[in-house]
């Protein structure tokens, strides 16, 4: 599986592509970039968080192309910018080439990838603690334990 440094280069993008300080978005950009945002969100493999496999995902990280739920959104934040760049999937403007980072992502190739050789059993489900799925998560994009 490709790594999402990898298949940013391979789309011709870069880590600063997602650099969000000073990012000036017109209207037609952002009507733009939402409508593939949404066609994102209709894709099966989206439609539940890529941490804890909750229902209706509204969150993001950019950078790493995944979807995710509230809960896990503020886990994310906590990450840091440096490996989680986190951003609302309706409230928040993306830039085209964002939006299209995530279709090409997704959560399915982004599990395949940071999950490849975890146990099935470690991943958390919507009802396990705060503290397992914080847990899980900085194992997962932290640490990249699998």
């Not at 409230?91 to 980072?101: E, P, Y």
Request: charged share 30%; glycine share 6%.
């Amino acid at each position: 599986m490709t790594s999402p440094s990898e298949a940013m280069a391979e789309m011709g993008l870069s880590v600063e592509d997602f650099n969000m300080s000073g990012s000036q978005i017109s209207t037609d950009e952002k009507n733009k970039a939402q409508k593939i945002m949404d066609a994102c969100m209709k894709m099966p493999e989206n439609r539940h968080c890529a941490d804890c496999n909750a229902l209706g995902p509204r969150w993001a990280s950019m950078n790493l192309g995944i979807f995710f739920c509230l809960n896990c959104s503020g886990i994310h934040r906590r990450l840091g910018v440096h490996i989680s760049k986190v951003k609302s999937v309706t409230l928040d403007g993306w830039k085209i080439k964002w939006a299209q980072w995530m279709k090409e992502r997704g959560n399915k190739k982004s599990n395949e990838y940071w999950e490849a050789t975890m146990a099935e059993h470690k991943k958390p489900t919507e009802s396990s603690s705060s503290m397992a799925l914080e847990e899980f998560i900085r194992a997962k994009y932290e640490r990249k334990e699998w």
